[in-house]
């Protein structure tokens, strides 16, 4: 059974981001990544892999995130 997608397009209760500085990174992480030519699926697949810190910095996300990109966690 599918669940619903989430306006994010990712399926409902697969990530919760509940602190606003945690979905600023999310999204400008993301935004990054699609930039670089990453599909938004993998993109946020690979962003619920990363640990994001509150108060973290959208850099270090993206190197996280690129890291486990390329060890192959797609």
Do not use: D, H
Request: hydrophobic share 30%; charged share 25%.
């Amino acid at each position: 059974r599918r669940l619903p997608a989430s306006p994010q397009g990712v399926p409902a209760g697969r990530r919760t981001l509940p602190a606003n500085g945690k979905r600023r990174l999310f999204e400008e992480a993301l935004s990054a990544l699609l930039n670089l030519g990453y599909t938004r699926s993998t993109a946020e697949r690979t962003l619920t892999q990363v640990p994001i810190p509150e108060g973290g910095k959208v850099e270090n996300v993206i190197r996280e995130a690129l890291r486990t990109l390329s060890e192959g966690g797609r």
